[in-house]
């Protein structure tokens, strides 16, 4: 179960990297959710390569993974211009009040 875990938070930030760095322009998101955006779009690139039936192929699943990727794609699309709204008030407020929390 750990080990699960770790590899989806490891596929999620490797997605989600690979995800922002196909956006162009700047993202100011937090590497948080980067990671969440990178888990769903993997999880929603599953349910999409089994719906089409690609999801379990000989050798690297490259279908799959490009679907993966791109709903990540997607979601930091989306994701972006909402976070940034947010202003540069929402921000520091929440680095002053989240400071002392782990």
């Known amino acids: 179960m750990m080990f699960q875990v770790i590899w989806i938070i490891l596929a999620g930030v490797v ?15 937090p590497l948080w959710l980067t990671v969440v955006i990178g888990i769903v779009g993997a999880l929603v690139g599953n349910v999409l390569a089994s719906a089409f039936g690609v999801r379990n192929t000989g050798g690297v699943d490259w279908i799959r993974h490009v679907l993966q990727v791109g709903v990540a794609v997607g979601l930091v699309l989306l994701a972006a211009p909402l976070w940034a709204a947010r202003g540069p008030h929402a ?9 002392g929390r782990l």
Do not use: E, F, Y
């Open 15 to 29: 997605i989600g990297i690979l995800a922002r760095l196909i956006v162009r322009g700047r993202q100011d998101l």
């Open 91 to 99: 921000t520091h407020h929440d680095r002053h009040h989240t400071a």
